[in-house]
Nanobody, 129 residues
Framework: QEQLVESGGGSVQAGGSLRLSCRYSGDSYFRYCMSWFRQVPGKERERVAAMYTRSGTTHYSDSVKGRFAISRDLDAYTLYLQMNALKPEDTAMYYC??????????????????????WGQGTQVTVSA
């Protein structure tokens, strides 16, 4: 069983930065494929960044490419999302997620919102104009 706990959300003005953290625990087998999603009430959950940790391969949505960066600290058992040049449209609840039994970067980086096994409770990010 994998447990994920997000932190680091908050309120920031447009143009500012935040770094989200997701501390994970459990079986390392589940940590090859990790991601960050966000969701606004009434809208579908959107994957903004993903990492296949065995190769370090990453993927970003077009909406955040060049502004957000996903990374992982192995020793701290923590996944990060560095968010720069924030915009009001980045306002959302942000979740980290892990997929089990993933054997390739393609399999990891093409997974949709329904294909992830474990989720954190979320951390709210609010960006004001």
């Amino acid at each position: 069983q994998e447990q994920l706990v997000e932190s680091g959300g908050g309120s920031v003005q447009a143009g500012g930065s935040l770094r989200l953290s997701c501390r994970y625990s459990g079986d390392s087998y589940f940590r090859y494929c990790m991601s960050w999603f966000r969701q606004v009430p009434g809208k579908e959950r959107e994957r903004v960044a993903a990492m296949y940790t065995r190769s370090g391969t990453t993927h970003y949505s077009d909406s955040v490419k060049g502004r957000f960066a996903i990374s992982r600290d192995l020793d701290a058992y923590t996944l990060y999302l560095q968010m720069n040049a924030l915009k009001p449209e980045d306002t959302a609840m942000y979740y980290c997620a892990v997929a089990a039994g993933v054997g390739s970067s393609v399999e990891c980086l093409t997974r949709g919102p329904d294909d992830w096994n474990y989720w954190g409770q979320g951390t709210q990010v609010t960006v004001s104009a």
